[in-house]
């Protein structure tokens, strides 16, 4: 309701066209505010409102826009107006700014834009996609090892108003090879003459500029870090990554994982952003495949129609067996992947995880077993052998689902696939042909029909 009452505001300011009263009314509010109220803005209220900022606020602004308003703006801008918004931006959010745009784009606001932006922009750029050095930031306070602490404030006075962050810096020698890390409390409270080589930190913790950003999140994970150091394959520092960034990394992977998940190809735009034909191309190839692979389970109830026709009964449990087996191995697979993804689970636990599957399968196959015999005798009335089949195909189904919904994902990520893409959809028309296998190889073995 605050957030309406204020876009409302903005409103009537921009048509009673009292833009200095506007421009002080935004400049109070915290950025990201900023940029969420004026996105609820008309196109051209948003332009508007966006020219009125003071030029420092509007590049942070900016950053915080969607890939959409984004290409609005840059678009509606003159050359030099645009460049100064590039130059604005940290050097990773204009990275991945200029990542979306057409070339033609690209290439005019690198002309404009201040040699420096360029340099950082290209060094981001020549980095493969979801890599660490594709989503560093080269806007960091490095120190040399040789400095005292009163040299070092001064360059933190001199670069640190353009940094993301300042409170570690990063000592390098002169290679430029990080050897250690001083963060700024020690700084303060260290006497001015001090050597920053003697008050480092040498084991520092840094990541290479190839590593999968999955990885960096999972080592931001690992060692509760703000920051952390990108270095090339010689140690020399090349940026830093900030938890801000793993916060979006974390929500693009999660994204990812449950659309594979979903049987979805996966897509970086938002869901109002797409039209109707693009989710149809993501979703349709799965779709066909699943539907595809899902005939082997009628190529195996018409092989079996005979022994059909002689226990009529039978057909009735088909849907229980196949939707029990279904979700016993979609919820094996849900947790092995989870475990996978936050590195609990590795190849030499296969072993471990096998058994511990078989103890819960047994577990949980058991209870529904004995639960569900209770009530095809109690209510259903069936015989005692339909009985006895129907519970011992659903025990040695959900023992094979979370056989199978386990090794799927595992054996995956082995030979380089994203274990995601073995999750539910997939598992699920697996195990329906295994189930209906079972159930009719019981039946011969019980009934005695073939």
Known sequence: ????????????????????????????????????????????????????????????????????????????????????????????????????????????????ASPETRRDINHLLRYPEDSAGSIMTVEYVDLKETSTVTEAIERIKKVGIDSETINICYVLDMQRRLVGTVALRYLLLSDGDDIIGDIMHENVISLTTLMDQEEVAHQFQKYDFTA???????????????????????????????????????????????????????????????????????????????????????????????????NAGGQASVTIIRGLSLGEIEYRDIPKVIWKEIRTALLCGGSLAIANFAKLMLFDRVGLLVALTVCVTLLFAVLVAMLVGCLLPIGAKRIGFDPAVMASPFITTIVDALSLLLYFRAATLILGIA
């Open 228 to 326: 952390m150091p990108v270095v090339d394959n010689e140690n020399r520092l090349v940026g830093i990554i900030t938890v801000d960034d793993v916060v979006d990394i974390l929500q693009e992977e999660t994204t990812e994982d449950m659309e594979k998940m979903a049987a979805i190809v996966p897509t970086d735009k938002p869901y109002m952003k797409t039209s109707a034909f693009d989710t149809y191309k993501k979703r349709i190839p799965w779709l066909l495949l699943l539907m595809v692979s899902a005939t082997f389970t009628g190529a195996i109830i018409s092989s079996f129609e005979d022994a059909l026709k002689v226990y009529g009964a039978l057909i009735a449990y088909i849907p229980m067996l196949m939707d029990t087996g279904g």
């Open 1 to 112: 309701m605050e957030e309406l009452t204020r876009v409302e505001e903005i409103k009537e300011l921009l048509d009673t066209k009292q833009y200095t009263k506007l421009r002080q009314f935004l400049s109070e509010l915290n950025v990201a505010d900023i940029a969420a109220l004026m996105e609820e803005l008309g196109e051209q209220d948003l332009f508007k409102c966006f020219r009125i900022l003071p030029k420092d606020l509007a590049a942070d602004v900016f950053s915080y826009f969607d890939v959409d308003n984004q290409h609005l703006i840059i678009t509606s801008l003159s050359d030099r107006e645009a460049a100064n918004i590039i130059d604005n931006l940290m050097a990773d959010d204009a990275a991945d700014l200029l990542e979306e745009m057409p070339a033609n784009i690209v290439k005019k606001l690198l002309v404009n």
